[in-house]
């Protein structure tokens, strides 16, 4: 079972915000004036496209990247106090994550566009890590689309030895079209929930399987998971 993060679990795109304009800055030298959207994308991704967007000349190379990269969690980690104050869970977050934990033979972990560490601090402010895998997700610490980092975990995390998960077996819970179509490519079935600004309609014709209206009822997130995976 794979989770997006942002916006689908949690809200913290005010905290987001400011560490992306803080590392941004310190890197390039230049304000980053416009945004993109995070939808699907990965922080790697989003860099390069910043660049673009904002008309800074960078050579496309992992060494400035692996600057913002680091820039970016040290300007996140000195907001970690403002995760509560400027964001939220979203509802029914937590409950939803205990009743899938407590399926049988289900690993829960995320895919996230985030890099591990800013990751990792965002579900611990929220008491949300104990019920996932986290050694075992998928980050935007790594030059990789979403639908690779699908993939890669669906084929390692039953670990050494263990069997690999099929594709009918996975899958990837998220609010964004984006991440919809990444989870096809990268081989899980797709389950939307509605916490975001992306009408049913647009994520069932991005090829979601089910469409859940939010996580407060976590029976109906389980019969989601179970219907989609014994078809």
């Known amino acids: 079972m794979l989770w997006n993060i942002d916006l689908t679990l949690l809200d913290v795109g005010q905290v987001m915000r400011a560490a992306y304009a803080e590392a941004f800055e310190k890197v390039t030298g230049e304000p980053l004036v416009y945004l993109t959207s995070s939808a699907g994308r990965t922080d790697s991704e989003m860099f390069f496209e910043f660049c673009a967007r904002n008309y800074v000349d960078v050579e496309p190379d992992t060494s400035i990247l692996g600057e913002f990269l680091d820039a970016l969690e040290e300007s996140f980690g000195r907001r970690s106090e403002e995760l509560l104050s400027k964001g939220r869970a979203m509802p029914g977050a937590a409950a939803s994550l205990a009743a899938v934990a407590s399926m049988p033979d289900t690993v829960q972990t995320v895919v996230s566009g985030s890099t591990r560490a800013n990751a990792t601090a965002k579900l611990v402010a929220f008491g949300l890590d104990p019920y996932l895998d986290l050694s075992i997700g998928g980050y935007g610490s ?25 594709e009918e077996e996975t899958v990837f819970v998220t609010d964004s079209a984006p991440d919809v179509r990444a989870a096809l490519i990268g081989g899980a079935v797709p389950v939307a929930v509605l916490s975001g600004s992306v009408t049913e309609g647009q994520l069932r014709g991005a090829g979601a399987v089910a469409v859940l209206p939010d996580l407060t009822d976590p029976r109906a997130v389980m019969t989601a998971v179970h219907q989609v995976t014994s078809r």
């Open 142 to 166: 790594v030059n990789y689309p979403k639908s690779s980092l699908i993939q890669s975990i669906r084929l390692h995390a039953a670990g050494e030895g263990g069997r690999a998960y099929t």
